[in-house]
């Protein structure tokens, strides 16, 4: 597989929300990005607050942007905060540097997209979109510190 295509981010949404349920989190919201940044696939859990959606796609977005998952977006956040102030006021969408948003990648390394959670803890939300991309068979990359 060298894209995500609807079909795939449908997967991992369902795979996502069902491994929230598993372990009864808080309600979530799910987006999912290809390659581009462009969302494929979003869906808000009923109860699941307002600015949800916005922040699942921040998370993402911002992982697909600077490449990385979003664990290390937070601790590069920290260590240079006027860079990330910056980016927001650049870039199309909002970065959200906080764990839970995740790249997918195939195989061989590839980024084929993103998945962003939001509505429980980033821990939470992270551990959802992982679990999520590894019952497909693709691999996570969620920014974990070396």
Do not use: Y
């Not at 349920?21 to 309600?27: D, G, H, L, Q, S």
């Not at 490449?67 to 980016?87: E, H, I, M, N, V």
């Amino acid at each position: 597989m060298n894209v995500l295509n609807l079909k795939m981010a449908l997967s991992l949404v369902n795979g996502a929300l069902a491994a929230g349920r598993k372990i009864n989190a808080a309600p979530l919201t799910v987006a999912v990005l290809d390659a581009g940044g462009h969302l494929l696939a979003l869906q808000r859990e009923d109860g699941a607050s307002l600015l949800r959606p916005q922040v699942a796609m921040g998370k993402a977005w911002g992982a697909i942007a600077l490449g990385k998952g979003s664990r290390l977006l937070a601790l590069d956040a920290q260590q240079r905060p006027a860079f990330f102030a910056a980016l927001n006021g650049l870039g199309q969408g909002a970065v959200v540097p906080a764990p839970g948003g995740v790249l997918v990648r195939d195989q061989a390394g590839g980024v084929l997209g993103a998945i962003g959670i939001s509505g429980d803890t980033s821990d939470i939300d992270e551990q959802c979109a992982i679990s999520a991309i590894e019952e497909v068979g693709l691999t996570a990359d969620a920014g974990v510190a070396a």
